[in-house]
Nanobody, 124 residues
Framework: QGQLVESGGGWVQTGGSLRLSCAAS????????MGWFRQAPEKEREFVAA????????YYADSLKGRFTISRDIPKNAVYLQMDSLKPEDTAVYYC?????????????????WGQGTQVTVSS
């Protein structure tokens, strides 16, 4: 079995930055695509970003391109989400996920492992 644990969430003012981390354990995820999703109150979970197994391809929600950057450290079994120029509408619980299919995907249904989430709050 594998586990994903997110960290790095918190409170930040508009325009600030946060870096989320996702630590994987229990198995290697080196062949998995990794992704970040988020869910705001009373809204459906939405795709944020994904990175393929090698880290060579990255995918972003169109509305977030240029502000968010996904990366991974394969030896450390970790994935990161750098979030810059944060806005109040970025407030949500952010989830890390892993997909056994190695290429990136924006569909939550393709992901086999999920973390518990970390809260990000952006104040105006």
């Amino acid at each position: 079995q594998g586990q994903l644990v997110e960290s790095g969430g918190g409170w930040v003012q508009t325009g600030g930055s946060l870096r989320l981390s996702c630590a994987a354990s229990g198995r290697s995820f080196s062949s998995h695509a990794m992704g970040w999703f988020r869910q705001a109150p009373e809204k459906e979970r939405e795709f944020v970003a994904a990175i393929n197994w090698s880290g060579g391809n990255r995918y972003y929600a169109d509305s977030l391109k240029g502000r968010f950057t996904i990366s991974r450290d394969i030896p450390k079994n970790a994935v990161y989400l750098q979030m810059d120029s944060l806005k109040p509408e970025d407030t949500a619980v952010y989830y890390c996920a892993a997909a056994s299919r190695g290429w990136g995907t924006s569909s939550a249904a393709d992901y086999d492992y999920w973390g518990q989430g970390t809260q990000v709050t952006v104040s105006s």
